[in-house]
């Protein structure tokens, strides 16, 4: 084996050794990253449930039930009848 080879073959290993040690570090910074998460939704799990605890959360509002009055009030609210609109439509010379 010349010097070459020996000087390729410990950088392949050096290169892939270096791969291995950065592929734990990103693994250990994601892991703290993640355990960061985890807590902090822990702990505002915690605080929702204490402050519910102490004063549940106010109910839903109801839909209020349709008067009959406002079915009135359109029904005298009426347009004009189509005849007539269209009539209008003509004289104002609009085609039909």
Do not use: C, Y
Request: proline share 4%; no cysteine.
């Amino acid at each position: 084996m010349s010097k070459e080879d020996r000087d390729r073959a410990d950088a392949r290993f050096n290169k892939a050794s270096r791969a291995a040690n950065d592929a734990k570090v990103v693994k250990t910074d994601r892991d703290v990253t993640t355990k960061a998460v985890l807590d902090n939704m822990a702990r505002l799990k915690a605080l929702r449930l204490a402050r519910e605890a102490i004063a549940p959360p106010a109910a839903a509002k109801k839909p209020r039930a349709r008067s009959s009055t406002s079915s009135a009030k359109k029904t005298e609210e009426k347009g004009p009848v189509l005849a007539d609109w269209l009539a209008g439509r003509q004289s104002g010379g609009h085609r039909t």
